[in-house]
Each structure stands twice: as C-alpha cells, then as structure tokens.
C-alpha cells in the first residue's frame, strides 16, 4: 500500500555530511509521521529522528542526532529528509525511513511501513 524508497547514501569521511531522502509512493500523506533509524551489523535498530507531516516543528531527535542531525519534509514531494553533519565513524549504518499514523515516536514497533535502507559509511 505504501512504498518508501531511501536514497543518498554513501561514502564519507568523519566530518562530512550527507543528506537522505525518503520518497514515499502509494498514497499521499498529510497525516501520521515518517521517522529514520539505522542499524549497524550485529546491533539492533536504533531510531534517529522523526517528524510530523502536519506539523513540522512536531520532531523527536535521539540524543546521539541532537545538534548534529536535522529531519525535515516536503508534503508537496511526499519526501523526508535526514540531513547529516560532523557525521562520526559510529554513525555509521544501513539508514531506514519508516510511517506511522498520528505523532512522532521513537520505538519501531509502532511504524507500519519500511523502506529497504541506504548505507551509509564513515570512515576515520
């Protein structure tokens, strides 16, 4: 029903930036919430940031994304960005876009829909 698709991965060294998008298809969205997670080999999936898509200052940060990391949208695109700055080797991951109805949350169980990841990797 809802298809998301990462792009914007990469490769770059500690200090770099890199901006991911995530385009949605299936439906429009005006409601709900999208959100970015990574996942690290032989480490669970941890959740980044999330953002509204009514309210675009309605947004949750992990501590490890505060200052750094800044998620934003375009309902118009149905497209999330996760802009990505002074990235460190362990942010370092195959990154995720997800949606969920209502507000922005942080647990992955509450997402409905995935995409398939975009990797990212840092080096030193």
């Known amino acids: 029903q809802v298809q998301l698709v990462e792009s914007g991965g990469g490769v770059v060294q500690a200090g770099g930036s890199l901006r991911l998008s995530c385009a949605a298809s299936g439906r429009t969205f005006s409601s709900g919430a999208m959100g970015w997670f990574r996942q690290a080999p032989g480490k669970e999936r941890e959740f980044v940031a999330a953002?509204?898509?009514?309210?675009?200052?309605?947004?949750l940060y992990a501590n490890s994304a505060k200052g750094r990391f800044t998620i934003s949208r375009d309902n118009a695109k149905n497209t999330v960005y996760l802009q990505m700055n002074s990235l460190k080797p362990e942010d370092a991951a195959v990154y995720y876009c997800?949606?969920?109805?209502?507000?922005?949350?942080?647990?992955?169980?509450?997402?409905?829909?995935w995409g398939q990841g975009t990797q990212v990797t840092v080096s030193s």
């Open positions: 997800a949606a969920k109805s209502l507000g922005p949350a942080s647990l992955p169980s509450e997402y409905d829909y």
């Open positions: 953002i509204s898509w009514s309210s675009s200052s309605n947004t």
